[in-house]
C-alpha cells in the first residue's frame, strides 16, 4: 500500500499544471486555517512543519492557491535537469523554493517578510541533527524548524495533505506548538510536540508515510 499511495504521490506532482482553484474546492477539504491565521497575526512569522506522508508537494500548491505567501526548503536533486523540472512545478504556483545549502539566510529572510516557511520534519538532510524518541526508539530528526522558531519566535504550525481516498485529500493544520521554555531545551520541546503529532498521524496513515531507508537507530 506504501508503493502503491506514493505512485499516486508522483502521479499528482506530474499533474500539477491542471491544478486550480476548482479542483480544490471538488477534491481537497482543508482544516485548521484559524491556526494559520491566528499565527500570521502575530506577526513572527511561521513555520509549517510537516513530512514524508501523504502529499506534501501537494499541500504546498494548494497552501499557495489559498492565497498564503510559501517559501519551502528542498533538497536539491543531483541532475539538474531534474531539479528544474521539481522546482519549476514549485514555482508556478508562486512557492520560493530555497536549496538545503544555502538555507540559513533564506529561510530568516523568508520569516522577516511574512511567508509561511515549509519544512520537513522526520528526516534529516544537513548533518545538523536531534537524537529523540519516536514509537519509543531512537530516531535522528532535523533541527532546521526548532532552530528558526527558537531564534525569532515564529509560530510552528504542524501540518499534512493525507489521501482519503484514491481521489480525494484532506490538508490539516495543526494547533500552533509551544516555542517557548529555556533555551537551551527549546529546540528539542518544540520537536517533541511535533513528534507526538506525527506519531499520531503515521498510526492512522502508516501507508502514506514514504521514507524507504533505515530509520530508527
Known amino acids: 500500500e506504501v508503493f502503491i499511495n506514493f505512485s499516486y504521490y508522483l502521479?499528482?506532482?506530474?499533474?500539477?499544471?491542471?491544478?486550480?482553484?476548482?479542483?480544490?474546492?471538488?477534491?481537497?477539504?482543508?482544516?485548521?486555517?484559524?491556526?494559520?491565521?491566528?499565527?500570521?497575526?502575530?506577526?513572527?512569522?511561521?513555520?509549517?512543519?510537516?513530512?514524508?506522508?501523504?502529499?506534501?508537494?501537494?499541500?504546498?500548491?494548494?497552501?499557495?492557491?489559498?492565497?498564503?505567501?510559501?517559501?519551502?526548503?528542498?533538497?536539491?536533486?543531483?541532475?539538474?535537469r531534474i531539479n528544474q523540472f521539481f522546482d519549476d512545478r514549485r514555482e508556478s504556483f508562486g512557492m520560493k523554493v530555497i536549496p538545503t545549502g544555502i538555507a540559513l539566510k533564506g529561510c530568516l529572510a523568508a520569516l522577516k517578510r511574512g511567508d509561511l516557511l515549509a519544512l520537513l520534519g522526520d528526516r534529516d538532510f544537513s548533518g545538523s541533527k536531534l537524537k529523540l524518541e519516536m514509537f519509543g526508539k531512537e530516531a535522528y530528526f532535523p533541527r532546521g524548524g526548532a532552530f528558526f522558531a527558537s531564534k525569532t519566535e515564529a509560530c510552528v504550525v504542524p501540518a499534512f495533505l493525507v489521501r482519503e481516498n484514491k481521489n480525494f485529500y484532506h490538508l490539516k493544520f495543526e494547533k500552533p506548538l509551544s516555542v517557548f521554555g529555556e533555551h537551551k531545551d527549546r529546540e528539542k520541546s518544540i520537536m517533541r510536540q511535533y513528534?507526538?503529532?506525527?506519531?499520531?498521524?503515521?498510526?492512522?496513515?502508516?501507508?502514506?508515510?514514504?521514507?524507504?531507508?533505515?530509520?530508527?537507530l
Open 11 to 80: 502521479v499528482d506532482f506530474y499533474k500539477f499544471p491542471k491544478l486550480d482553484h476548482g479542483f480544490i474546492k471538488e477534491y481537497v477539504k482543508v482544516s485548521g486555517l484559524e491556526s494559520l491565521n491566528h499565527c500570521l497575526s502575530l506577526k513572527n512569522g511561521v513555520i509549517v512543519l510537516t513530512a514524508h506522508l501523504g502529499n506534501y508537494e501537494l499541500a504546498g500548491a494548494v497552501t499557495s492557491l489559498l492565497g498564503y505567501p510559501l517559501s519551502v526548503v528542498a533538497l536539491p536533486h543531483k541532475d539538474k
Open 195 to 216: 513528534i507526538s503529532v506525527l506519531e499520531r498521524y503515521i498510526k492512522k496513515y502508516p501507508q502514506q508515510w514514504y521514507l524507504f531507508e533505515k530509520y530508527w
